[in-house]
């Protein structure tokens, strides 16, 4: 069984940083993708970031691209999604979530299993 949880999340100025951490258990993890998504109220759930769990060149939306990076700790199991240069529009819900497929996904279907989600909230 696929168990995800995150932690890591809190209230931050704009321009700060938070480092959110994902520790996996369940999954395997010789054909696994670990993706980073969020989901402010009212909107639907976006894609932040992805990177294949043997490593590889990671996925970013746009609107991080430059200021967050995903990594793997494979011996702690963990994922951690690094965020600087916070801006109020990145405040929401984010989630961990495992896919398992040789490929790196960036849509919400292609993921199995989420983890119960962690709230970051960014002031002006």
């Known amino acids: 069984q696929v168990q995800l949880i995150e932690s890591g999340g809190g209230l931050v100025q704009a321009g700060g940083s938070l480092r959110l951490s994902c520790a996996a258990s369940g999954v395997t993890f010789s054909r696994a993708a670990m993706g980073w998504f969020r989901q402010a109220p009212g909107k639907d759930r976006e894609f932040v970031a992805a990177?294949?769990?043997?490593?590889?060149?990671?996925a970013y939306a746009d609107s991080v691209q430059g200021r967050f990076t995903i990594s793997i700790d494979s011996a702690k199991n963990t994922v951690y999604l690094q965020m600087n240069s916070l801006k109020p529009e990145d405040t929401a819900l984010y989630y961990c979530a495992a896919a398992r497929t040789w490929r790196l996904p960036t849509t919400v279907g292609d993921y199995d299993s989420w983890g119960q989600g962690t709230q970051v909230t960014v002031s002006s």
């Open positions: 990177i294949r769990w043997r490593g590889g060149i990671p």
